[in-house]
Every structure is written in C-alpha cells, then in structure tokens.
C-alpha cells in the first residue's frame, strides 16, 4: 500500500506570516512530487514540482525535498488571505499518482 | 481556453439510475486519468489510460464503473445502477506522460445521488 500522509490541519497562520506544509511518502521508489492548492468546491490546481533533493523555490512558495527521509515539504511566505485553501500533496510513483488528504490552511488578516 | 472539461459540472440522479460523464482532456497529452473525491479527503484514483488502451483500474472499483476512451482523445465514465455512497466530485486530470509530467486537472463533476 503507498501512503502519503499529511497533517489535515487545520493550520492557521497570521497574513504576511510563513505557513509550513508536510507530507510523508511510504515508497521510496517514488520519482516525482507535487503540491496542488484546493479551494473548497473546485479541483486541485497545481502550483509545485519537486524532483531532486534539497529546494526549489517559485515566487512566495519554496517546495523541499528530502528522499532519504521520505519526506517533502511546502512553505509559503508571506501568506496571503488568498492562500487560504487546503494543499494536496501527491507522490507519483510508476504511472501512478498518490495523494494525500489535504492540508487545509487559514490565512487570517 | 486549451485546459482540461468535464461535462456536465453537476449532476443530481435517483439511486438506482445511470450516468454518464465526459472528459476532454488536454490535445497533446496521451494519458488520461478519472479520480473520486469525497469531502475532506484526497483524490481516490479510478482508472487511467495512455491513448485509448485502459491501463490500470482500481481494485476497489465496482463493476458498475465503466471508462472508455474510443479514440484515444475524450473520455467517458460511466455509473450504473447509483448508490448515494457513490455522491462525489469525480475528477479527470490528463498528463503529458513523458518523463515527470504532472497531471492538470478538469473542473470535476459533482455527483448526488438522492
């Protein structure tokens, strides 16, 4: 069974603040890795990719890996009302992706 | 708009009838992907195709469940006989399929079984 695990949350943090998002993969095969935002009603949408240890940053979101921990993270910086949202974290593993249950974050103002 | 649609983006039915929902996925991506989600929790993956071949189905898919994908471009599922527990967003998302794509995923189509 490959699980990915996530905090549900909820995770609320103060507007301009640092949110940390983590998530936890049991196949060490997995390649590739993904965070997708969730705002309620709608379908995930992507906004992160991560392929090789160590960090990749895009704009307020920086994704880190760590394979040898298994272990893959979201931080966004200077969060926004918008940010507001559950994050999806999903593991590809083959031609299979998994995902886990969301971590649903709360941006106060 | 080049994105991945589902039709329709909400359907209500009786318990007991059939439906059936449509994906167009993304023009240039050969694989295709149907998930269900039910509220708070992830994505529960259903079945996949790479062109038209079927390649992987969940083992806890009901034999009510069918997909196709005739000619390797839009999509089909399909539910018989509907049970309320079957009530929940079902999501296609295709994928280029090379190397590390990610998947893009359509609006999704709400289900409610009465």
């Known amino acids: 069974q490959k699980e990915v695990e996530q905090n549900s949350g909820p995770l609320s943090v103060p507007e301009g603040a640092i949110a940390s998002l983590n998530c936890t993969y049991s196949?060490?095969?997995?390649?590739?890795f993904f965070w997708y935002r969730q705002y309620s009603g709608k379908s995930p949408e992507l906004i992160m990719f991560?392929?090789?240890?160590g960090d990749k940053e895009d704009g307020r979101f920086t994704a880190q890996l760590n394979k040898a921990s298994q272990y893959v993270s979201l931080l966004i910086r200077d969060s926004q009302p918008s940010d507001s949202a559950t994050y999806l974290c999903?593991?590809?593993?083959?031609?299979?992706?998994?995902f886990g249950t969301g971590t649903s974050l709360t941006v106060i103002p | 708009d080049t994105g991945v649609s589902q039709d329709p983006r909400h359907k209500i039915t009786k318990r007991g009838q059939n439906v059936t929902f449509r994906c167009d996925p993304i023009?240039?991506?050969?694989?295709l992907y149907w998930y269900r989600q039910t509220l708070g929790q992830g994505p529960e993956f259903l079945t996949y195709?790479?062109?038209?071949?079927?390649?992987?189905k969940s083992r806890l898919l009901s034999d009510r469940f069918s997909a196709e994908r005739p000619k390797g471009s839009f999509s089909t599922l399909e539910i018989q006989r509907t049970e309320q527990g079957d009530s929940a967003m079902y999501l296609c998302?295709?994928?280029?399929?090379?190397?590390?794509?990610?998947?893009?995923f359509g609006n999704g189509t709400r289900l409610t079984v009465t």
């Open positions: 998302a295709s994928s280029p399929g090379s190397g590390d794509s990610p998947l893009h």
């Open positions: 196949d060490r095969g997995s390649q590739s």
């Open positions: 991560i392929y090789s240890n």
């Open positions: 999903a593991v590809k593993s083959g031609n299979q992706f998994y």
């Open positions: 023009s240039e991506h050969n694989r």
């Open positions: 195709f790479q062109n038209e071949a079927q390649l992987e």
